[in-house]
């Protein structure tokens, strides 16, 4: 499976942001998926994730602003952030995962400024 990001930018802290994961080459619906991000200096972590099913999962710090979404039948999903804070600036990625396979999509720049 490929996966194209898209919807990053620069939001004012309180702003919102979404990010879309499209997804292409298999059958997106067979996949759990998520997004993750490295911030400068730091290391990876999770920020939310969505299995086929639909059960998801967040990281600790997204404390209700953040929230995880996918449409099947559109191959894509989403990540709906709101609340931003300057901390939330990061690469975002988004991946998919079935077995033993995961993938990743491109990263894109979400950048909150104060």
């Known amino acids: 499976v490929q996966l194209q990001a898209s919807g990053g930018g620069l939001v004012q802290a309180g702003g919102s942001l979404r990010l879309s994961c499209a997804a292409s080459g298999d059958i997106f619906s067979n996949y759990a998926t998520g997004w993750y991000r490295r911030a400068p200096g730091k290391q990876r972590e999770m920020v939310a994730s969505i299995t086929s099913g639909g059960y998801t999962n967040y990281g600790n710090f997204v404390k209700g602003r953040f929230t995880i979404s996918r449409d099947n039948a559109k191959n894509a999903a989403y990540l709906q952030m709101s609340s931003l804070r300057p901390e939330d600036t990061a690469v975002y990625y988004c991946?998919?995962?079935?077995?033993?396979?995961?993938?990743w999509g491109q990263g894109i720049q979400v950048t909150v400024s104060s």
């Open positions: 991946n998919a995962i079935r077995g033993r396979g995961t993938y």
